[in-house]
């Protein structure tokens, strides 16, 4: 066991002083309040406080001193997150791979569970109860077992992007921004969300509107966010949302969220909100623009192809995700393309041509996935595993 030193209990109260002014935010800041029951209630907080925490170690600054400029200026990007983080702090980037128990310090142990990987298919355990035995798949020979994993996300309830197996740092990080975002804008001066303001300048003056979102100026030499620089608002007589500087802005009480003065552009349904739904594409539309987006559209023989672009009618289903944490990062998005070839649906593949597809990302917001097609459901998921050890 590795002994309890000055080091290590001063070490654990800048830890818990970050945790707990990292709560007193979150549940100011979020509509309801901080729940320890609800997964993105704990991730936007533990990722807060593993910032100040962070920060404090690298520094030397007490926690309660810790600026949120600097914290915004980590938090606007999860990547500058994990830098910080296991640049600083000892043994996180460690923690991600070991295995076995809990590590011994708390942050260490909240870093794991922030990069975590979740499988949305695992059972919800409801009211505290157990969940029931699952079937999982077994080794790559295809075998299953049945086992008692933990509950999903923990056992917490989830708002957040439920469907997604992806690790709390990638998902919750922009929303802890926003949180901090809020709580330095109201520190100076500035308009916090919905609030009601008016253009005092500019090609806007004497509109009123809606602020929609705060706009930050970044100083990375100094690593802090400055501002509010700007915001996004949404005006009574103009279409859309319009970014206004700070200084052209002034608040303004004349109403009070959602109601605008009457006669105004937006005293209604937003504009387009009736409009009906774009037409579905066709068959071949459909088929040629999944060609066009995957790494190896010679997997799709030419008289499949035949085949469905006289189809005439098409469904996309999201059949299975799961993700591996760092370092080997990795999540794989199963999804069936088929295409009706007979009337009536019968629900049997005989009436439907098939195409499989494997989407790999590296990242939650990857913005270069692998597409890899396949002809069936079996070689799209040994593409799982060769490609990234994940067994579908």
């Not at 969300?193 to 030499?221: H, K, L, S």
């Not at 006669?263 to 409009?275: A, I, Q």
């Amino acid at each position: 066991m590795t002994p309890v030193t000055p080091e290590t209990i001063k070490a654990t109260d800048a830890w818990n002083a970050a945790v707990d002014r990292a709560t007193a935010v979150v549940h100011q800041e979020q509509p309801g309040g901080m729940h320890e029951d609800d997964w993105s209630s704990v991730a936007k907080r533990d990722i807060i406080a593993i910032v100040l925490y962070a920060l404090h170690t690298g520094s030397g600054t007490a926690v309660e001193r810790v600026p949120w400029s600097q914290v915004l200026w980590w938090l606007w990007d999860d990547e500058h997150v994990i830098k910080l983080v296991e640049d600083t702090i000892t043994g996180a980037a460690q923690a991600i791979t070991e295995s076995g128990g809990e590590p011994q310090h708390p942050a260490l142990a909240r870093w794991r569970w922030l990069n975590r990987t979740w499988d949305p298919a695992a059972p919800v355990r409801y009211r505290g109860q157990a969940p029931a035995p699952w079937t999982v798949p077994g080794p790559q020979d295809g075998s299953t077992t049945t086992s008692l994993p933990e509950a999903r996300w923990d056992g917490m309830s989830r708002g957040i992007g439920e469907a997604l197996p992806d690790p709390a740092v990638e998902i919750c990080t922009s929303w802890a921004a926003d949180v901090v975002a809020a709580v330095l804008g109201a520190e100076r001066g500035g308009y916090s969300r919905y609030q009601r303001v008016r253009a005092i300048a500019g090609p806007f003056a004497g509109q009123g509107g809606y602020v929609m979102d705060i706009g930050w100026a970044f100083d990375d030499e100094a690593r802090e966010a400055t501002g509010p620089a700007g915001y996004t608002v949404d005006l009574d007589d103009t279409a859309g949302i319009t970014p206004i500087d700070a200084d052209l802005l002034t608040p303004a009480s004349d109403h009070r969220w959602p109601r605008r003065p009457d006669g105004s552009l937006k005293d209604g349904p937003p504009p387009g909100f009736h409009d009906p739904l774009p037409p579905t594409p066709s068959c071949a539309d459909d088929l040629a623009e999944l060609l066009a987006g995957a790494d190896n559209p010679e997997a799709v023989p030419e008289n499949l192809r035949e085949t469905i672009r006289a189809a005439h009618h098409h469904r996309h289903l999201d059949v299975r995700r799961l993700a591996a944490p760092r370092p080997r990062r990795a999540t794989v998005q199963l999804l069936l393309h088929w295409y009706q070839l007979t009337e009536p649906y019968t629900g049997s593949p005989d009436g439907r041509a098939e195409i499989w597809e494997l989407v790999i990302t590296e990242h939650l917001r990857d913005d270069a996935p692998v597409s890899l097609l396949a002809t069936d459901e079996d070689t799209a998921k040994a593409l799982a595993v060769q490609r990234t050890g994940l067994s579908l």
